[in-house]
């Protein structure tokens, strides 16, 4: 069964570096989200991307943020300066349209020390 | 805008026992509804989904949701609960042609012995 896949599962990484979370959404889907959850609290949305380029952003993805598809298949989440309070579980999902279900990834872990 | 909301944080239920999550949303346009699950340390999984065809949805283990558009509800059951139904539970609302899909704050289930 097709899935969607991320890399890695987990990363600590220092405030201030550079991270680069990916993911690859299942082949024959449009749609792609990059979802967080703080541990304990609930999904937030982050951004949709839909022909490369980005559809619709929360307040949460601001500048430190950005979205990549390099390569027709990967999806990436970059965070530019990391800081304390991005420590959560970052999920990519995808979609085949608009007006269906996301499938998630199993989530990368991302912890800033 | 769309929301929704989950009554209950946490909800414990004996073993063989009816489960019952409740669900309310809010959308200015016919919604689609979404139920997902999710294991200890694990991605989000969908158990159910409503698209504007029957209002009694079947899912995966045993679950089942109702909408109600009087109600604004789409709460989901089970008739007996198992150990393994204990996880958290996320209720979530996608606009028709939205590009996001927005969750609750989830419930965690608890199945006691």
């Known amino acids: 069964e097709p899935e969607v896949t991320q890399t890695p599962s987990h990363q600590v990484t220092q405030m201030g570096q550079e991270v680069i979370l990916r993911c690859v959404p299942i082949?024959?889907?449009?749609?792609f989200y990059w979802y967080r959850q703080i541990l304990g609290q609930k999904v937030e949305f982050l951004v949709s991307f839909y022909n490369n380029e980005i559809s619709e952003k929360s307040e949460i993805f601001d500048d430190q943020f950005s979205v990549e598809r390099p390569d027709g298949s990967n999806f990436t989440l970059k965070i530019r300066s990391t800081k304390l309070e991005d420590s959560a579980m970052y999920f990519c999902a995808s979609s085949v349209s608009a007006n269906t279900e996301a499938f998630f990834g199993q989530g990368t872990r991302l912890t800033v020390v | 805008a769309q929301s929704v909301t989950q009554l209950g944080s946490h909800v414990s239920v004996s073993e063989g026992a009816l489960v019952l999550l409740r669900c309310n949303y809010s959308s200015s346009v016919p919604p689609y509804l979404f139920w997902y699950v999710q294991y200890p340390n694990q991605g989000l999984q969908l158990l159910l989904k409503?698209?504007?065809?029957?209002?009694l949805v079947k899912g995966i283990n045993g679950f089942e949701a109702e909408f109600k558009k009087s109600e604004t509800s789409f709460h989901l059951t089970k008739p007996s609960a198992h150990m393994s139904d204990a996880a958290e539970y996320f209720c979530?609302?996608?606009?028709?042609?939205?590009?996001?899909?927005?969750f609750g704050k989830g419930t965690r289930l608890h199945i006691l012995p």
């Open positions: 979530a609302v996608r606009e028709n042609r939205d590009d996001k899909i927005i």
């Open positions: 082949s024959n889907h449009l749609y």
């Open positions: 409503y698209t504007s065809a029957a209002t």
